[in-house]
């Protein structure tokens, strides 16, 4: 019914010291580059360097986060949004300054105050295991070891190498941990959503929790279906706004088990039309859409039709063309945690004893990285872990209770996360409610446990009742 699984396909590896031979027979190198910017669409900056270098044959092979940061030395400037990127080159290290300074130029840097204000700013961090003291490069870079907004990033990429050959034992993550704290509050993370959406900071312990509305266009979703037609769906829209929702998931394919797979021409058949209404309507211009599926030209469709969000139940595994649709649509995407096909996820619950928080982590890390090599950055990744999707009764109930423990785990600090609850059978059968139309306080119970674990969006059918959940919520948890 539903497309194989894909296999899960090995992360590129990090090149041992040396490097490897590519293609033309040129020495292939390892250098980490730091990415900043202050001026104009931040995130377009940085952005729109990593296809600069890609263009020039300097290959992004993974990125950091970006971290939103107040101005260093020169205070009276704009907040920056700092970075960091994995390249793969065979340009050697002062060849390679020339290039990255010859991009600045072509974006239009114009360097007038030093550590002043700039539209992008590309630094060489580290080059392999080279020590570099050249007038115009020294490698690594002097700045390393006292600024958080490097070592933040450089801790997501490579925590465990020495920054300085000559003292291997001092590792990134030792410099971080050495530096001193004298904000009120930790760095946060930034998350783009679109240019009207605020992004979303994970790390923000007063952000606001964003209320994501399920908008399916189906016959035949589990609690939903055949809803929201198209004589209604202006109606719906605007319900969802005066609610409070910020964002709208759109879906033309239910993944309920047992559920027909309709194939991508309908399912684009559904989704298209609601997405330009939502894009037509002035009420709705601050919200975000999200186009929930699991097929790369569906993505592609809403894409080109307005879609801010593509988000995978699947991960990229189910459709082989999806992990590059994605990345190529320079979008954010969400990745959730799922095992199989929506026919066979039900099967496919055993976790080792006491091993599946662990043991979700593991697998959305592989997720992760399968993403990172499609060129995906990681910015733009959101995590979901998938509530009822290979997961029944008690298991969700657990995902709930160690959510914390999920969003702290080694590797996926600081990426946001989605959770959707909302009238699922486990809430059913807690409860003892057998339609999901009528789950309204259980959901609202586990709406409020996901705000208080740390989520950054909900996903709700319900938009007036977990509106008032949320605000509830965020005023006890996040102000």
Known sequence: MYPSALRDQPRDAALVNGGTKGAAGKTKRTAHIALG?????????????????DARGI?????????????????????????????????EPVPLLGQLQDI?????????????????????????DEIINEPRLQIPHIG??????????????????????????????????ELPLSRSEPLSTLTPISASHAPLNALRPTRKTQLMAILN??????????VH???????????????????????????????????????????????????????????????????????EAAVAAG????????????????????????????????????????????????ELVSTIATELLERVREAEAAGVRRWRIVLDPGLGFAKVGEQNLAVL????????????????????SSRKSFIGKVTGVPKPMDRVFGTAATVAAAVQGGADIVRVHDVVEMGQVVKMADAIWRY
């Open 37 to 53: 910017s202050n001026l104009g669409d931040r995130v377009a900056m940085i952005e729109q360097a990593c296809k600069e270098m």
């Open 59 to 91: 290959k992004v092979k993974r990125t950091s986060s970006l971290w939103e940061t107040e101005p260093m030395y020169v205070l009276e400037q704009e907040r920056f949004v700092n970075g960091a990127c994995e390249v793969e080159t065979d340009l």
């Open 104 to 128: 600045e130029k072509s974006m239009g840097r114009k360097k007038l105050i030093d550590k002043g204000p700039r539209n992008i700013d590309l630094d060489i961090l580290l080059y392999e």
């Open 144 to 177: 390393i070891a006292e600024r958080e907004f490097v070592l933040r990033p450089l801790a997501e990429l490579i925590p465990h190498k020495a920054p300085d050959p000559s003292r291997p034992w001092k590792l990134i993550q030792d410099h971080l941990n």
């Open 217 to 226: 266009v189906t016959p035949d979703s589990f609690s939903d279906g055949g």
């Open 229 to 299: 037609t198209p004589g209604s769906l202006r109606d719906s829209i605007l319900s969802f706004v005066r609610g409070g929702a910020s964002m709208i998931d759109v879906g033309g394919q239910s993944t309920a088990p047992g559920t027909t797979d309709v194939g991508a021409e309908q399912e684009i058949a559904r989704v298209l039309p609601a997405i330009q209404l939502i894009r037509s309507l002035p009420q709705a211009r601050d919200v975000a859409i999200s186009v929930d599926t699991f097929r790369a030209s569906v993505a």
């Open 307 to 354: 879609a801010d969000i593509i988000n995978d139940v699947s991960a990229g595994q189910l459709d082989p063309a999806m992990l590059p649709a994605m990345a190529a649509s320079g979008k954010t995407v969400c990745l959730m945690h799922m095992r199989g096909t929506p026919s066979t996820m039900s099967k496919l619950n055993s976790y080792p004893e006491g």
């Open 401 to 420: 209770r160690h959510f914390d423990e999920l969003r702290c785990w080694p590797g996926l600090e600081g990426l946001p996360w989605l959770l959707g």
